[in-house]
């Protein structure tokens, strides 16, 4: 007695079986599906031709061993199989059978393989050739063994694919619950990245405001450079997806930054950006190189007289995608930044751990001979 239908996991449903053999917990490891069924069913039934060849010797020792044989497992396959194709048969009449009260579902697995041991046997009998010797299962006291024995055979896989069924739903219930405590963490986790992304330096607006403003009557053409850069910028940031951007995205957010930064600072700032165009379609977490960025110009080349220079890298090795801010500032005393540069990479690192937990990592170094150098080191695999 068995199941053929396709069932997935994630139903709970349905049945947690669809054959005998997936109480062993071997045979739960190919998916379901009709071909894999019949191998199965061919399976169980051989099992069952040893089983009844071994019962046959046993109370008859001098019996031959491959005639019994033959003949057990002509008889097996031809029931199997029979009761295979009933159950498919029935499952399409009765899609719903399976989550039926467990009374109706006890006669439906018990009614199906009466009637194809039956028809299984007089097909055995006509291959065999043997009508005489099987006619016994059609008399009135070998039709009542037959019954009895496919009651006694249903109930006892009854109760166990029942004992199992309860088990699989328990599973599935802790499953569902899980995803939905998962659910909940991205969702607070979501937010709580758009907060450190809304994270704005208001001052820098401020100052480049005030920086137009000075420059309107003394420098119209400077000032109207500004205005530009910095629509560009407000555009770049509007633009900026909450979820994974690319790396061609965030170049063009560093770059208007950067000529904007330029315009204020005149001749005291240099940069370059080096990022190969094969790893521009590569997706990073958004923002990931805005503080460091913000950190190198405000707190490592503006305050220098002389100012510097800022070098914006991208790389890819065995190690994954190093994405690297070098800057000839005044640098991070003993590699430990303080106040509002500490701040904005705390968060940089708190981004990081939400998106990759322990797979990505920022390194913050010394550059010789003067300033810092800011590493985000992403895995390749989880960045493209």
Not at 297 to 314: F, Q, S, W
Not at 345 to 353: E, F, Q, V, Y
């Amino acid at each position: 007695m068995f199941d053929t239908r396709p069932s997935p996991v994630r139903d709970c449903a349905r049945a947690p079986f669809t054959h005998p053999l997936e109480m062993i917990p071997l045979f739960r490891r190919w998916p379901r599906g009709p071909r894999r069924d019949v191998v199965y069913t061919l399976i169980w039934n051989t099992l069952f031709a040893l089983f009844f060849t071994c019962l046959g010797l046993l109370f008859d020792s001098n019996a031959p061993l491959w005639p019994m044989l033959r003949a057990t497992f002509v008889i097996a396959q031809c029931i199997g199989f029979m009761i295979h194709g009933l159950f498919m048969f029935g499952d399409r009449l009765f899609p719903r059978v399976h989550r039926a009260t467990m009374a109706l579902r006890f006669g439906y697995y018990a009614i199906v393989p009466i009637v194809g041991v039956f028809i299984g046997y007089a097909l055995a009998g006509q291959i065999l050739g043997i009508t005489h010797f099987l006619g016994f299962v059609f008399t009135p006291r070998g039709a009542l063994q037959v019954v009895f024995l496919s009651l006694f055979i249903s109930g006892v896989l009854l109760v166990i694919f029942g004992q199992r069924e309860r088990v699989v739903r328990a599973e599935a219930a802790a499953a569902l619950e899980q995803a939905r405590v998962a659910a909940a963490e991205r969702e607070t986790t979501v937010a709580r990245l758009k907060l450190l992304e809304a994270q704005v330096e208001p001052h820098f607006l401020y100052n480049t405001l005030a920086h137009v403003v000075s420059l309107v009557d003394a420098d119209p053409s400077m000032a109207k450079r500004m205005i530009e850069r910095l629509i560009d910028l407000l555009r770049a940031t509007a633009a900026a997806p909450s979820g994974h951007g690319t790396l061609a995205e965030q170049v063009g957010w560093l770059r208007a930054y950067l000529e904007l930064i330029e315009l204020r600072m005149g001749g005291r700032l240099q940069w370059r950006i080096d990022v190969p165009p094969d790893l521009l379609d590569l997706r990073v977490p958004p923002m990931v190189l805005q503080p460091v960025v913000e950190n190198a110009v405000k707190h490592g080349l503006e305050p220098k007289v002389e100012g510097g220079r800022v070098d914006i890298v991208a790389r890819r090795d065995a190690d994954g995608v190093h994405l690297t801010v070098r800057d000839s500032g005044l640098g991070f005393p003993a590699m430990r930044p303080q106040g509002a540069a500490s701040l904005g990479l705390s968060n940089l690192r708190a981004r990081l751990t939400a998106w990759y937990g322990d797979a990505a990592r920022l390194v913050i170094e010394d550059n010789a001979p003067a300033g810092a150098c800011v590493s985000v080191v992403v895995p390749a695999q989880h960045a493209i």
